[in-house]
């Protein structure tokens, strides 16, 4: 039997950066991941990080590629009765945010670790957890028609929302918290020339719509769908229409349609459950929580779980004792609550809820004008969109 001390189950945002900061600081680990290398990075994803995410990056030394590439925002819009409105992030919190894929970001994680050397095993199939209520767990799985076993200090499930590592947890060990939502999100990626310097997020009784980017001339923008719809439904044709339809006259005038590179369709929710250690097993990021994508916190989320879980392991291996591992759960769903709360607020905010009646929608109107009448307001937006009022 193979042996490791921290075995990491999924190579997402999560799992890499618990590996990078393990390794940083001299503990052994090994990334499992289900399916391969290319499949990970051709998932796509969401595209904004924190200061807060990006200092990580930095700390681990491997900001080169973020830095050249990412864009700085020190602002968003928001679109609403016609008009854009400008939320100024850094004059009212102080901080900006970068705009960068998670796509690259996982890129950039998983070459450092290839160029280090550290164990990433790829399609790894049936994996299984063991023991993970007592002093010596481990792992067994199949890669390449083999099986294999890992034995190990600690297991850290970072294997998303769909994963095998809280499903091995007996339900009645845990409490989970969900919310719906009574919509998806469509999303599309174009080579286009983004309308607007910063993302425009648009509120409209058609419905939500926003166009970020990826760099100078790459759109992804969404528009909010019906559950029921299939990406068949939706020509590029009928996309386009609609988002122009949903933006303020300035974005929409602004906006060439592209063909779609890519075209996919989400649902939202928001989920939490608790704990998130079970004896030696913990969770990190989407295996844990899920927050609707509308305030862009998911990545944010998985890479402070990985911040956190990597600091109790480095105490316990330090010998600076258990208190940090006896910690962690809490401390990251304090986090993760406060996170809930914002990405459900703003997605109450921006969306067009179909049971709501003319009182809720006069109610959310209301909102958003006191949002561009009340400084106030808008600090606590923008102090919860660059992550300052989450940690
Ligand atoms: N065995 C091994 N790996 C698995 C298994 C399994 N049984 N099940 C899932 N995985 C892998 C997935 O293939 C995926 O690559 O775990 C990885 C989890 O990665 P993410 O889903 O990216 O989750 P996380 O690292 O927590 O990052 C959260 O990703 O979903 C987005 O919007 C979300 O930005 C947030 C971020
Ligand atoms: C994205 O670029 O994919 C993105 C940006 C901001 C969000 C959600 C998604 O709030």
């Known amino acids: 039997m193979q042996r490791t001390q921290v075995a990491i189950i999924g190579a997402g945002p999560a799992g890499l950066l618990l590996g990078a900061l393990l390794h940083k600081a001299g503990i052994a680990n090994q990334v499992l991941e289900l399916h391969s290398s290319d499949e990970v990075l051709a998932r796509m994803r969401a595209g904004i990080l924190e200061p807060g995410t ?56 998983m070459s450092a670790r290839a160029a280090a050397g550290l164990p990433t095993h790829f399609q790894t199939e049936q994996l299984s957890l063991h023991d993970f209520d007592g002093e010596r767990p481990y792992l067994r799985y199949q890669r390449l028609g083999q099986s294999h076993e890992l034995a190990c200090d600690f297991i850290a499930g970072c294997d998303g929302f769909h994963g095998i590592a809280r499903a091995s947890v007996p339900t009645r060990a845990y409490r989970c918290f969900e919310r719906g939502y009574p919509f998806g999100w469509l999303g599309v990626l174009a080579d286009a020339t983004p309308p607007h310097e910063e993302l425009v997020y648009a509120q409209h009784e058609r419905g939500f719509a926003l166009c970020s980017m990826r760099g100078r001339s ?57 704990p998130l250690r079970f004896g030696r097993l913990f969770l990190a990021g989407d295996a844990g ?57 703003m997605t109450r905010l921006l969306h067009h809820f179909p049971d709501h009646n003319g009182f809720d929608q006069r109610i959310q ?24 009022s989450l940690n």
């Open 218 to 274: 790459r759109v992804r923008c969404y528009l909010q769908c019906s559950l029921s719809d299939k990406v068949e439904q939706w020509s590029d044709g009928r996309f386009w229409d609609e988002l122009h339809a949903r933006l303020d006259p300035a974005t929409a005038a602004a906006l060439r349609p592209a063909p779609s590179l890519e075209k996919s369709i989400m649902p939202l929710r928001s989920y939490v459950a608790e």
């Open 365 to 388: 109107q209301a909102e958003l004008e006191h949002l561009f009448s009340s400084r106030a307001a808008q600090t606590v937006l923008a102090e919860g969109y660059v992550g300052q």
């Open 289 to 345: 929580h899920l927050v609707p994508p509308t305030g862009a916190k998911g990545m944010n989320l998985a890479a402070a779980d990985a911040r956190d879980l990597a600091q109790a392991f480095i105490d316990h291996y330090r010998g600076q004792g258990e208190s940090a591992l006896a910690r962690y759960s809490e401390q990251a769903l304090r986090r993760v609550w406060r996170a809930e709360r914002f990405s459900w607020g």
């Open 54 to 109: 990006a200092a990580l990056i930095d700390e681990l030394g491997l900001g080169g590629a973020m830095r050249r590439d990412a864009l700085i925002h020190a602002g968003i819009a928001i679109s609403f009765g016609g008009q854009r409105h400008r939320l100024d992030l850094q004059g009212l919190s102080g901080q900006s945010v970068l705009v960068y894929g998670q796509n690259e970001l996982t890129r950039d994680l």
